[in-house]
Nanobody, 117 residues
């Protein structure tokens, strides 16, 4: 059974850091393209970062490039999102996804990140 379980969200102040984790079961995260999305209240869900199944090629949205880092630990079958220099605009629910496209598929339940200014 496929499961994606996020954790690591919380309330932080502007400029601080957080690392989100997504523990995966049911498939091998090391050979699967994965992504992190976020959705703020009243806004559309947006792709934040992705990592390809081959070559560990990563991509980031312009709003987080240089501040966020996506990575994975194949031994732990876990996806990570390291977020630094957090801003109030980063406040959202963050979701990990199997694959990169924004659509049906395997999603986590989400973890809330709140950044106070």
């Amino acid at each position: 059974q496929v499961q994606l379980v996020e954790s690591g969200g919380g309330l932080v102040q502007s400029g601080e850091s957080l690392t989100l984790s997504c523990v995966v079961s049911g498939f091998d995260v090391g050979i699967t393209s994965m992504s992190w999305y976020r959705q703020a209240p009243g806004k559309a869900r947006e792709l934040v970062a992705s990592i390809r199944n081959t070559g560990n090629i990563t991509n980031y949205s312009d709003s987080v490039a240089g501040r966020f880092t996506i990575s994975r630990d194949n031994n732990k079958n876990t996806l990570y999102l390291r977020m630094t220099n957090l801003k109030s605009d980063d406040t959202a629910t963050y979701y990990c996804k199997r694959g990169v496209t924004n659509g049906p598929g395997h999603w986590g339940q989400g973890t809330q990140v709140t950044v106070s200014s």
